[in-house]
């Protein structure tokens, strides 16, 4: 069954609008960001503006096909998908490709994969179909609440070696949302995200660059030239843009002083060149996103809990937690860490990975209009 038969109840254009306008937004502000840096490195300042549009061409063709598939089917073979990205994550330990310093890309020839990206679409997939089948135990027993984290366990594990520590927060977060939604007691929940604040507090300890990186975000002035150079090269930018911005183009920062723009730091230039109202412009389409994933989620679970209603719920909290930490880290608001903004960033696994969110969105949206999702789990 396809969303886009007249007899059928329509799918969520504001939705779509919102995404192909993000879309758009990144493709412009890449284009910027990296001419300079495309022009020194490859003699062409439009070679990473190429592969990032080919990049949206093939997201665009995995989006059209994951839309078309009905959502049982996620649910059905969502456990093997998580099986061969696990294989998929040890591979990158073991022959991944390494990136400043990270090994997180498996060398597919003519792209690198991250298979962590794809973890956070299939973890979500996966993991509500295991809170909507065991829903009681999850949300009255200690055993139940505690058994995602047992199973998600050696996946942080994998990720943390590569290491990858923003996913591992994501994915966490991830999970402690869904079985709050599910109606975990408040105990249970509050005990469970001490034991992650300790974690990640003792990983950072044990961890010089993470030491630097902590306290460089604390006071981004006193190593300026040192951990701080990108964070202060970002706050540089967002202080030009002001309320309006520079213009497209013109940006100074990207002139060589803030290292691969188009990439993390990406709203720093969107910052210095649109201002304070393309950011605004730019975290509204992201909150509409949320806004509208959140509120799919809770009107689908309020009769039962209903598979696609977590699926919802789960891509919403995702989207809402990278847009915040990216603009959050640009601006001086969070310590540094790697992470894109959905659908705007440049990186061809995270952009395919984001239009297949929206994708299977824009298909539970229509399964919910036309009453194709019952109350079977």
Not at 173 to 180: D, G, N, P, R, V
Request: aromatic fraction near 12%.
């Amino acid at each position: 069954m396809f969303l886009f038969k007249s007899e059928k109840v329509g799918f969520d254009r504001i939705l779509l609008i919102a995404a192909l306008l993000l879309l758009c937004i990144g493709l412009v502000v890449i284009s910027s960001a990296s001419s300079m840096e495309a022009q020194v490195k490859f003699d062409d300042a439009f070679y990473q503006t190429k592969k990032h549009i080919i990049a949206i061409g093939i997201a665009l063709i995995v989006g059209f096909v994951c839309a078309t598939i009905p959502t049982s089917f996620y649910k059905e073979h969502a456990l093997k998908a998580i099986f061969i990205i696990l294989l998929m994550l040890i591979m990158v330990l073991a022959v991944g490709r390494e990136i400043n310093g990270a090994k997180r890309w498996l060398s597919l020839g003519i792209m690198n994969l991250q298979p962590s990206e794809l973890l956070k679409l299939c973890w979500i997939l996966y993991f509500s179909g295991y809170v909507s089948k065991h829903i009681e135990s999850v949300s009255k027993t200690i055993k139940g609440f505690l058994m995602p984290f047992a199973i998600l366990l050696g996946f942080l594990v994998l990720l943390y070696l590569q290491p990858d520590f923003g996913s591992v927060v994501v994915l966490a977060f991830i999970t402690t949302a869904l079985l709050w939604i599910a109606g975990a007691g408040l105990i249970k929940y509050i005990v469970v995200i001490l034991i992650l604040a300790l974690a990640s507090v003792v990983s950072v300890i044990l961890s010089p660059y993470r030491v630097k990186r902590v306290t460089s975000f604390l006071d981004p002035w006193q190593d300026q030239f040192g951990s701080s150079f990108q964070l202060t090269q970002s706050l540089m930018a967002y202080g030009r843009g002001g309320l309006f911005g520079q213009g497209l183009g013109n940006s100074n920062i990207k002139q060589g002083y803030l290292p691969e723009a188009h990439t993390d730091f990406i709203t720093a230039i969107l910052g210095e060149e649109f201002g304070f109202v393309g950011m605004l412009v730019l975290l509204l389409l992201e909150g509409v996103i949320v806004y509208k994933a959140v509120k799919l989620g809770m009107n689908i679970l309020k009769n039962d809990a209903i598979y696609q209603g977590y699926v919802a719920f789960g891509i919403g909290m995702w989207f809402f937690l990278q847009t915040v930490i990216n603009v959050g880290v640009a601006s001086g608001a969070l310590p540094t860490k790697g992470l894109t903004i959905p659908l705007v960033s440049y990186g061809g696994s995270s952009l395919m990975v984001s239009v297949a969110a929206i994708a299977i969105l824009l298909r539970i949206d229509f399964e919910f209009k036309n009453k194709i999702i019952g109350d079977k789990r």
